[in-house]
């Protein structure tokens, strides 16, 4: 046989196995010289050893130069040798390719040994279709020389002999009991500079290994057929493939199968946990004893799993049978079938099957076997409507079974209505369940549903068609106008009767609506607090009114109170104790349903200032300056720290005063008189505050157009301010009537002074 047109095939590759190869493009280093290795000891006291080039590049130089084997002894029996001893030890084993002759010989022995001959030499080395019953599966890879090395290493696990004459395995017969040994395996030939990673193997030869049974072997019968399954998975790492063994009536085992089980990957890329076998039978009267056992990369057989026993289980009788035609008679509902007279001779006979349901158990009517030439039947005792079967039995005891018919008597009673109907909303799209209780009438077919805006209202069919269950889903409008939607179902029997309908359902639409805003009318501030008014929601279904509060500039709100829903009253009031003097508050009402929904009012400020309310100017007075031209005002007040001015009111007569005029605090002031501690004086850490000109000055009267700390103040700090304000608008020989209103940044005021007049003349 020619080496160089030697034909093979491309595999996939047992992930399990002792060679299995990296996915193509993915070896560990493809430009080292690399060799894998493993070793085992045997019952019979050799040491057993395979390796394998890791990438292609080390497949094809070991081709060409081989191998270079060294043994060192590590231990006898005495224990661990001194390193002189070890170099003694060491023994080399050169392995040289070989030649065609002896390739030639042993593919005349073994047919897996001319796969790994095609791989070494084929000329062409192309990917021919296997047959579907060969022990490999057609796979595309990537590149020819990857499919050369695939396959040759492929050769050697599952037949010894290829890995022989590959140079892939060595038996050790000189190893001794209760030693320990270091093999060392590499490329042969001059490797020069070349990167190295030799293959090692350390062992002791106190360690027997015991190869595993193969695991979780079961077996099926079939029509002249044995389905064996076993757990690949399990010894996977032990073994290359499988044989297969077979015994017929207590006789002798004989091996199944030419070339060893493997299992191959799926589409996914995944090997099976599982690998299955089917064996022909020759019969299905004989029994069939089968057993299994693993072959490894080391060139033996595992040991074999148990022993199970099948006898073949003949097919039933391939013939058709079906329901021909029903017809309601004055015996009862009779039922004919179809049936090749043919073959009467190769059944038992015939029984007939009834449900009151299409997909329901069927149960034997209780005519016994019918004979195998009829072609008819009576029920005696039929249902209103039911479904119907006939089975024939063959000679070897297989049961066929037609297709279920349905037959109805005569009908035109409706059925009574469905019972008690349910529903609620499946969350918050609008999507509403309904289920309800089945009538008491047996034959019904199904259901319609409808659904109404009213309880009273017309109804329109929501179901498309008739539907088997007792539970129906809808999508309704969740914006719609009214809170509710209606539901009644009818009951639909298999004639097309149709019932009344059920009682009312009422389904409440998801909420998806914020309750009406609340309207905050004011926040005042009082003696002992703030007084907040506000009308309250008027949404049917508000809950509860929350009162929020927040310091002014600050982010999160607080709630002060909840109250109830408030429902039918036009405004409310809470008094807000617990709001500290002389800091900014900001107010909200908050409403929220029965959902869980929220709106807010808009939100208003006010602050409690010391003693309930801002303090009035004091000293006012009013009086004509001839000389100037001016009614001029004055008056005093005390600490202007937050005041953004003064407003002017002004009129004809004492209760007809409007705002005339407004001033700022520094347009306004003409001198004070500080009262609190002096803030200038140096405090008892040495530190003081100092004039423009960084001199440190004392309390007391401070000079007109002054209008520094000791005017502006600080909170909690007291002094008197000197205000005035100059009417030049006004006509002579009239009386006109003042007062003036503190306002603050805060958006606080003052109450009104009292009222002072003058006239000019």
Not at 248 to 264: R, S
Request: aromatic share 12%; glycine share 10%.
């Amino acid at each position: 046989m020619n080496l160089q047109t030697f034909p093979v095939f491309a595999l996939v590759l047992s992930t399990g196995c002792f060679s299995a190869l990296p996915a193509s493009g993915q070896f560990a280093n493809p430009e080292v010289l690399e060799i894998a290795a493993s070793g085992i000891f045997t019952a019979d006291q050799h040491v057993l050893l395979r390796w394998t080039p890791a990438n292609p590049k080390t497949w094809a130089w070991c081709r060409d130069s081989g191998y270079l084997l060294v043994r060192v002894t590590l231990e006898d029996t005495n224990g661990p040798l001194p390193g002189d001893e070890q170099s003694a030890s060491i023994v080399q084993k050169t392995f040289l390719p070989k030649d065609q002759a002896a390739w030639e010989a042993a593919m005349l022995i073994d047919s897996i040994v001319g796969v790994a001959a095609g791989a070494y030499y084929g000329e062409d080395f192309t990917v021919a279709s296997p047959d579907n019953e060969g022990i490999v599966t057609a796979h595309n890879i990537e590149s020819e020389e990857e499919n050369r090395f695939g396959m040759s290493l492929f050769a050697a696990d599952v037949s010894t002999l290829a890995a022989e004459m590959q140079n892939l395995l060595f038996r050790d017969t000189t190893a001794q009991q209760g030693f320990r040994y270091a093999y060392i395996i590499r490329p042969g030939g001059q490797t020069g500079d070349q990167l190295l990673r030799p293959g090692r193997v350390s062992l002791s030869t106190d360690e027997v290994y015991v190869a595993p049974a193969p695991a979780s072997f079961n077996a099926a019968p079939g029509d002249s057929l044995a389905i064996l399954v076993w757990d690949q998975f399990a010894t996977a790492g032990h073994y290359a493939g499988y044989n297969i063994w077979r015994s017929q009536n207590g006789g002798p085992f004989e091996q199944l199968n030419t070339e060893p089980v493997i299992a191959t990957e799926g589409p996914d890329g995944k090997e099976p946990k599982a690998l299955m076998f089917y064996a022909r039978l020759e019969n299905n009267t004989d029994s069939f004893s089968f057993r299994i056992c693993g072959h490894s990369p080391f060139g033996f057989d595992g040991p074999f799993s148990e022993t199970l026993t099948v006898k073949g289980v003949p097919a039933p009788l391939r013939a058709g049978i079906g329901i021909s035609r029903t017809e309601e008679t004055t015996a009862g509902m009779e039922i004919h079938w179809a049936f090749p007279d043919s073959l009467n001779a190769s059944i038992q006979g015939f029984q007939v099957l009834r449900s009151g349901s299409h997909d329901g158990n069927y149960a034997l009517l209780p005519s016994g076997m019918i004979a195998a030439s009829e072609r008819s039947f009576v029920d005696l005792s039929p249902l209103p409507a039911a479904y119907y079967k006939v089975a024939f039995t063959d000679v070897n005891g297989n049961e066929v079974t037609s297709n279920p018919q349905l037959a109805q008597l005569r009908d035109s009673i409706p059925p009574e209505p469905p019972g008690q109907v349910t529903g609620e909303a499946v969350g918050q799209s609008g999507l509403l369940r309904i289920h309800w209780s089945p009538g008491n009438s047996g034959d019904v077919m199904g259901y319609r549903v409808f659904m109404a805006d009213q309880p009273d209202g017309a109804y329109g069919q929501v179901s498309k068609r008739w539907i088997r269950d007792t539970v129906f889903t809808y999508q309704v409008n969740v914006s719609s106008l009214t809170p509710y939607k209606y539901f009644r179902v009818k009951a639909i029997d298999h004639r097309e009767n149709t019932s009344g309908f059920s009682p009312v359902c009422a389904v409440a639409l998801p909420d998806i609506v914020p309750p009406s805003m609340p309207v905050l009318k004011q926040a005042t501030p009082q003696g002992g607090g703030i007084l907040i008014s506000f009308a309250p929601s008027q949404s049917a279904d508000i809950q509860q009114h929350h009162i929020l509060r927040k310091k002014k500039d600050e982010r999160d709100w607080q709630s002060v109170a909840v109250l109830d829903s408030l429902w039918g009253h036009a405004s409310a009031e809470f008094f807000d104790t617990t709001a500290e003097q002389m800091y900014t508050y900001e107010y909200m009402i908050q409403a929220e349903d029965g959902a869980g929904l929220k709106s807010n009012s808009r939100v208003f400020r006010a602050k409690q200032s010391a003693g309930g309310g801002r303090e009035t100017v004091g000293q006012l007075d009013a009086h004509f300056v001839k000389s100037e031209g001016i009614i001029r005002l004055r008056w005093s007040y005390h600490n202007t720290y937050g005041v953004t001015g003064f407003a002017i009111y002004r009129g004809p007569q004492p209760d007809q005063l409007y705002e005339s005029g407004f001033v700022t605090a520094q347009q306004s002031v003409t001198g004070g008189q500080y009262d609190g501690p002096d803030p200038f004086q140096a405090d008892a850490s040495g530190m003081h505050i100092g004039d423009d000109a960084g001199n440190a000055v004392s309390g007391g009267h401070l000079p007109a157009g002054s209008f520094d700390l000791k005017q502006k103040g600080a909170p909690n700090t007291t002094h008197t301010t000197f205000c005035e304000y100059r009417d030049r608008s006004f006509l002579n020989f009239k009386p006109y009537y003042y007062a003036v209103i503190v306002k603050y940044a805060d958006g606080t005021f003052s109450p009104m002074s009292n009222v002072v007049s003058a006239s000019a003349y």
